[in-house]
């Protein structure tokens, strides 16, 4: 807060530190908002593919659903992979990794993970 003679002066517009923060913030918001548009997009369009060209019911897909989601023993919306070992040092790394932390070796990427 700046004070010129006992009274408050607001900051110059742009001037505010955290409006940057936020702008970001607000910007990479929008950005995930748009992925996620079209990955929800892109899955409908998959589902109704294949329930219309192959036939497969929506009673399918929720049960698929729920035993992919229970496939790491708790039913709450999320797969969580477990970990990987290195092919090459054999320590223990996240699944989402491409590289080991431990050695640097690469390693197999999953498809979902």
Not at 51 to 60: F, N, T
Not at 78 to 86: A, D, E, G, N, Q
Request: glycine residues 6%; charged residues 30%.
């Amino acid at each position: 807060m700046s004070m010129i003679f006992g009274y408050y002066r607001p900051p110059y517009p742009g001037t505010d530190p955290s409006s940057g923060a936020a702008d970001r913030a607000t910007a990479k918001a929008e950005s995930v908002e748009q992925r996620l548009d079209r990955a929800l997009l892109t899955m409908e369009a998959m589902w109704t593919l294949l329930r219309d060209r192959l036939q497969v019911r929506d009673e399918e897909l929720v049960k698929r659903i729920v035993e992919l989601d229970e496939s790491d023993g708790i039913l709450d919306g999320k797969v969580r992979r477990p970990p990987k070992s290195c092919p090459h040092c054999r320590k223990t790394i996240p699944a989402r990794f491409l590289r080991c932390l431990y050695c640097g070796e690469a390693v197999a990427p999953e498809p979902f993970a």
